[in-house]
């Protein structure tokens, strides 16, 4: 960028002062004599190799960073990276990337399936499987603010029932609060003004209903649950919030991230959504752990309308059963809905994704990313007693990579699985008994450019980052960071044929960066 150079000749300071009617003034002059604007400079660099180790530096360009040869229609993805940095000195808040692309057969380039696309660990596909937790956004209005002050006597005034409490950023401490909990006892919203980053809190311990809790880290190594929803309540929320390090001290119990107890009467209406969930349990206890459980096996009232969105959990530690979501109420949950989350690296002596192990009808199992599981694993299980597996509706996940069975039904009756990425393209390896796989997936569910198939053929293709490619990308890189773009590839397996064989392409990948 070019220099901008602006020099003031005169700066006058004039002091003006009045004396009577003679309208006498005084006046004095200084001058400032050079002074200098420039503009920053904001430059973009790759590198092939790791951020520490560039190849040859940091450059405009690269060469054939991604060059696969032999690859097979429904093989496994091929996946690499490049490294970008900011060399500059002003902040660049948004990339583009497009592709430009030379082939020799035409139309190879809508069969070069995109199944990865990500940037600093942002997913950078809109629509598939996963969670994506965008910037946390603030409130607008508070009715009562917390700064200085203990949460937990907030929590517990009845004078604040149906109000919003905004918490400022700090860390409400069971030193500073003096509780090991916090008590919600009243209906209200409790929220954080800065989230989770700057906001952290001992768990909370809910008794009431009509509560939302948002934007905290909250944590407890001495603590059996990250939030407790005692049974009886309805209309909770839980969302945006990192819990983590939860009974990390313990072996005596079961352990969970949030937890919603089973009750003997009917509750509905609870939302666990955009969570990051981790560290639950310490791997030693001979008990069963999970990153979120309802129910109680020994609880007849049924709940409904229960909503697990866009969650990432991950470590979740046992010596017996590691879950990232579970249900298991006796009188079973309907109307519940678990998609797009992100689920990984459950260590137990089993572990299972996503438990349906009570009556759950019409449950829609939808667009979750499970891997990397250890012991005995599980994606889906549906578990008898659960009477409801003709209606269960388990679409559109990825089962891959280490998850032995991707759905195990143990109920005896056809459960529907159809449309799923099972890591190849025989996914019969991948399941129990009484499991429809047909329409089975050839890749992963990964998304779409822009959220638009421009080729009609349900996912993301180079052809497509040709046609519009990614503007605006919300990843920002300040000045001397660094990020990885990495870009996964596969052929599609149904769509491409014996013409394509020996076919090639030369993609450019062209990245902006603005400030």
Known sequence: MKKILLSLAVI???????????????????????????????????????????????????????????????????????????????????????????????????????????????????????????????????DVTV???????????????????????????????????????????????????????????????????????????????GVYIHGGVSNVSVKDNNIHNIATSLTAANYQGIYLEGISTATSNFTFSGNTISNIGNGTSNFSNHAIYIGDTSKSGPISNVTVSNNIISNVLSTKGAYGFMTNENGGVSTLVVKNNTISNLHGGWSTAIGLEGNTPSASVTLNDVHDLTGPSTGVIVESPNTSAASITINQNNFTPNVVLGINNTTGTDVNGQNNWWGDLTPTDQISAHVNTSGFLSGPVAGLINGIDQNSNGYADLQDLSITGLSNIGVSLSAGAEKQLVMGVQLDGPTTGDAFQNASLTTNLKIKLTQ
Request: glycine share 12%.
């Open 12 to 142: 006058a300071i004039v002091g003006v002062g009045a004396i009577g009617a003679t309208r006498a003034f005084f006046s004095s002059t200084a001058t400032a004599t050079g002074n200098v604007f420039t503009a920053g400079t904001l430059n973009l660099r790759i590198a092939k190799d790791s951020a520490g180790t560039p190849v040859n530096g940091w450059e405009t360009s690269q060469n054939a960073s991604w060059n696969f040869s032999n690859m097979a229609p429904g093989g496994a993805p091929s996946v690499s990276s490049v490294w970008l940095k900011n060399t500059g000195s002003v902040d660049g808040s948004s990339f583009g990337i497009i592709a430009e692309n030379t082939e020799t057969v035409s139309t190879f380039e809508k069969q070069a399936r995109i199944t990865s696309l990500t940037l600093g660990g942002s997913n950078l596909l809109t629509g598939g499987a996963g969670a994506t937790i965008g910037a946390y956004v603030a409130p607008i209005t508070c």
């Open 147 to 225: 700064s200085g002050t203990k949460l937990s006597i907030a929590t517990q005034n009845s004078a604040n029932s149906g109000k919003v409490i905004c918490v400022a950023p700090g860390d409400y401490n069971a030193t500073w609060e003096g509780v090991s909990t916090i008590p919600v006892t009243q209906s209200m919203t409790i929220v954080s003004t800065g989230g989770p980053s700057v906001t952290s809190s001992i768990p909370f311990d809910v008794t009431a209903s009509n509560v939302t809790i948002k934007g905290f880290s909250i944590t407890g190594p001495a603590s059996p649950r």
